[in-house]
C-alpha cells in the first residue's frame, strides 16, 4: 500500500542548511546548558561554525566521499560537525559513545574513517590505544578546550578553516553547488544482534525525502524539542533535520541522567523516545500512585479508571457518557496533570519508534492526555516508513505508509518497503546488499506483521526472533517481554522456548527498586539480584505478576517457569546493542546454565 505524494524535488542538505541559516538569521536553532544556564546558538553563529569546520577538515586532507567519524554524545557540536562533513561531501560515521575502543575501532576499520571527533579526552585517549596499528593513523578533534598530543581541538580547526577561508573564499560554495542529491550523507552502522555491523548508505534524497514526508504530515513549525537520543541512529538524527525545513528549534539535553530534570526545565512541546523508555515512565507512574495512603490509592485507581473510560471511548469513535465527561476533569486535575507536568506540562506529542510499544503503554499515554505518534522504520528506510499522525492514530498500530513508500507483506508475513527513503545497500558489502533486497527493489525488513484493509500497519516482532516451540506454535517474544517488564520490580526480560515443550524467561530486576527492596530488608543496596528475589514479598510479588501475564494469554503463550538474571543486561557486558536491543545469542551463550536448569525436569 502507498499514499499519494506531491513532496519537492530532492536537494542536497546543506542547500537546505544554508537557506534556513539566510532565513532564520539572528533567530535560536538552538539551546545547550553553559555554566548552570541554557544558551542559545543562532542561525547565523550555526552557519559560521558549520563553514570554519568544513574550511578546517578541507585543510585535514578530507575531500568528497571521504569518511569522517563522530564518538560523542548528543550535542550541539555533533550536528555541527556533521554538516560540516555534508558540506564537502564527506560522508559521517556515527559511533555510539558507549561502545568500547575495540567496536569503536572496529567501525572505523568497516568505514575507512581515519578523522574522528571525540567529545571528551578519556575517550579519545582510549581510542588513540586502540587504533595505534593502523595505517593510516587516525587524526583526532576533540570538543574539549585543549587536546593531548596529536590531538587537535574544535577551535584550532575553526581557525584553519578561517585561514582557509581567506585564501580561497568561494570554495566552500562551489563544493555545496557540486553536491548531488544521490551523494551519500552517512554510513550508518546497524545494531549488529546478529552478527558483524553492516554501514547502511543513505544519501541526501534519502534524508530530504523523510524530513519534508514527515513534515507534510506533522508540521513542526514553532515546536520546542528536548533531544537527547543518540545521533549515530538515525531516528534522532532525521529528527533534527526537520529544523532545516521547519521554525522547530531544540535543547540538547545535559545527559540521559538529566532528562527528566530537563523536561521539567525546557517544558518541551514535542520530544522523542524509544518505547523502553516509555515503558519506564508508565511503570514508576503506576507505581507512585499505588504506593502512598490508601484514601489516595483509591483516588489514584478511581481517577485512572474514568480516563481509561473515556480514552478507550474516544478511540472507539463514540461520545463518553456525560457523567464520565464530568468526572474526566476531575480525574484529570488529580492524577494525569500531574504525570504530564513531569514531562514539562506542555508536550503535544510524543514519537516513538524503534520497537513495538506495547498497547496497554500506549492507551495509558493516550487516556493521560499524551498523544504518542508511533512510527515504523530502520535504519535502511532512513527511519520513518510508516507514522501515525495527530489526526488519523490507530492505537496498536505504526501508523500508515508515508507518502510516496509503499509496504507490502510477503507470503510468510516479512514487511517488505520501497520507496525514496530506502538505502542504496551497505557500504563495501554487496553479499548483504543483494540478500537485503532478493532479485527485487523490495526491501526485505526482516520484522513480521500485518496491514489493516485501511492500511494500518501492525508489527509482531522480528522474523529471526519468532519462536518456534517443540509443539509448532510461533510466538512473538516481544509483547510478552513487555508484559513482564510492565511490573515496577522488572527491568528487562528475555523469553525462551525455542523448540522446547514449553516457554521460559530470563528477568532482570529493575535496579533501582532492587536497591529499595534490598535496604527495605535490611540486606545491602547492591545485594545480588538472586538474592533480593529470593524475599519473601518480592517473590510473592513476582509470582502474581507472572500469573497475571499468563491468564490473558493461551496455554502455548504462558511462561512456566522464570529465572533470575545475576547481572543487568548492558551494552559494556556485551548484552546489548547500542540501540539496547537484546543480543539473544550472546544472551543465551552466557546463561546457558540458568537456561538449561529451567527445562531440566
Excluded at 485507581?301 to 478507550?312: A, Y
Excluded at 513508500?405 to 558489502?429: C, M, Q, S, W
Excluded at 500497519?457 to 519462536?467: A, C, F, N, V, W
Aim: proline share 6%; net charge neutral.
Amino acid at each position: 500500500m502507498t499514499q499519494e505524494t506531491d513532496l519537492p524535488t530532492p536537494e542536497p542538505l546543506p542547500r537546505l542548511f544554508l537557506r534556513r541559516a539566510e532565513q532564520a538569521g539572528d533567530r535560536v536553532a538552538s539551546y545547550s546548558k553553559v555554566g548552570g544556564r541554557w544558551v542559545g546558538t543562532t542561525w547565523r553563529e550555526g552557519r559560521q561554525a558549520v563553514e570554519e569546520v568544513a574550511l578546517g577538515l578541507l585543510e585535514l586532507g578530507a575531500d568528497k566521499g571521504t569518511p569522517v567519524a563522530i564518538l560523542s554524545g548528543t550535542r550541539r557540536e555533533w550536528q555541527e560537525a556533521d554538516m560540516a562533513c555534508l558540506c564537502i561531501g564527506a560522508v559521517t560515521v556515527g559511533i555510539y559513545p558507549t561502545l568500547t575502543p575495540a567496536q569503536a575501532r572496529e567501525l572505523l576499520v568497516l568505514s575507512g574513517a581515519r578523522i574522528v571527533f571525540v567529545e571528551d579526552h578519556a575517550k579519545q585517549v582510549a581510542l588513540q590505544e586502540a587504533t595505534r596499528d593502523l595505517d593510516p593513523p587516525v587524526r583526532f578533534v576533540t570538543f574539549e578546550r585543549e587536546a593531548g598530543p596529536d590531538v587537535m581541538t574544535l577551535a584550532e580547526l575553526r581557525r584553519r578553516g578561517v585561514r582557509r577561508r581567506q585564501e580561497r573564499p568561494e570554495e566552500l560554495v562551489r563544493r555545496i553547488q557540486a553536491l548531488s542529491p544521490s551523494d551519500v550523507v552517512s554510513y550508518i552502522y546497524t545494531s549488529g544482534t546478529t552478527g558483524e555491523p553492516k554501514g547502511a548508505m543513505l544519501t541526501h534524497a534519502n534524508f530530504h525525502y523523510v524530513i519534508h514526508a514527515t513534515n507534510s504530515l506533522i508540521p513542526y513549525d514553532g515546536e520546542t524539542a528536548l533531544v537527547f537520543l543518540p545521533l549515530a541512529h538515525s531516528l534522532q538524527r532525521y529528527t533534527n533535520y526537520l529544523a532545516l525545513i521547519s521554525s522547530a528549534n531544540g535543547y540538547y539535553a545535559e545527559s540521559l541522567d538529566k532528562v527528566q530534570e530537563n523536561l521539567r526545565e525546557v517544558r518541551p512541546t514535542v520530544f522523542t523516545l524509544v518505547p523502553r523508555v516509555l515503558e519506564k515512565i508508565h511503570t514508576k507512574a503506576m507505581a507512585a500512585g499505588m504506593d502512598t495512603s490508601p484514601v489516595r490509592q483509591r483516588v489514584f485507581t478511581r481517577s485512572m479508571g474514568i480516563l481509561r473510560e473515556v480514552g478507550k471511548a474516544r478511540r472507539d469513535h463514540g461520545v463518553p457518557a456525560l457523567g464520565a465527561r464530568l468526572l474526566h476533569r476531575v480525574a484529570d486535575q488529580m492524577v494525569a496533570a500531574k504525570i504530564r507536568e513531569r514531562m514539562g506540562g506542555r508536550v503535544k506529542f510524543i514519537g516513538s519508534g524503534g520497537a513495538p510499544l506495547a498497547r496497554e503503554v500506549h492507551e495509558f499515554f493516550e487516556d493521560i492526555g499524551v498523544p504518542i505518534l508511533e512510527g515504523y522504520g530502520l535504519t535502511e528506510t532512513c527511519a520513518p516508513a510508516c507514522i501515525n499522525t495527530l489526526e488519523t492514530r490507530r492505537v496498536g498500530t505504526v501508523g500508515r505508509p508515508m507518502p510516496g513508500t509503499e509496504v507490502k507483506i510477503a507470503e510468510d508475513g516479512e514487511i517488505l518497503v520501497r520507496g525514496p527513503g530506502v538505502f542504496i545497500g551497505y557500504h563495501d558489502n554487496a553479499q548483504a546488499t543483494r540478500e537485503a533486497f532478493g532479485d527485487t527493489d523490495w526491501f526485505h525488513t526482516g520484522d513480521i506483521g500485518y496491514m489493516s484493509r485501511d492500511g494500518f500497519l501492525t508489527i509482531t516482532d522480528r522474523k529471526k526472533d519468532i519462536i518456534i516451540t517443540a509443539g509448532g506454535k510461533n510466538v512473538a517474544p516481544q509483547p510478552l517481554e513487555g508484559a513482564l517488564r510492565r511490573h515496577p520490580y522488572v527491568g528487562q526480560a528475555v523469553l525462551l522456548g525455542d523448540r522446547q515443550p514449553y516457554l521460559t524467561a530470563l528477568v532482570g530486576l529493575d535496579p533501582e527498586a532492587a536497591a529499595q527492596l534490598a535496604e527495605a530488608h535490611g540486606l545491602p543496596a547492591h545485594a545480588p539480584p538472586e538474592q533480593v528475589a529470593a524475599i519473601p514479598e518480592v517473590k510473592a510479588a513476582l509470582d502474581a505478576h507472572l500469573a497475571a501475564v499468563n491468564a490473558e494469554r493461551p496455554s502455548f503463550e504462558q511462561i512456566k517457569k522464570i529465572e533470575i538474571l545475576p547481572e543487568e543486561l548492558s551494552i559494556e557486558n556485551g548484552a546489548l546493542t547500542p540501540t539496547l536491543k537484546v543480543k539473544r545469542r550472546v544472551v543465551a551463550e552466557r546463561y546457558r546454565d540458568k537456561i538449561q536448569g529451567l527445562y531440566a525436569s
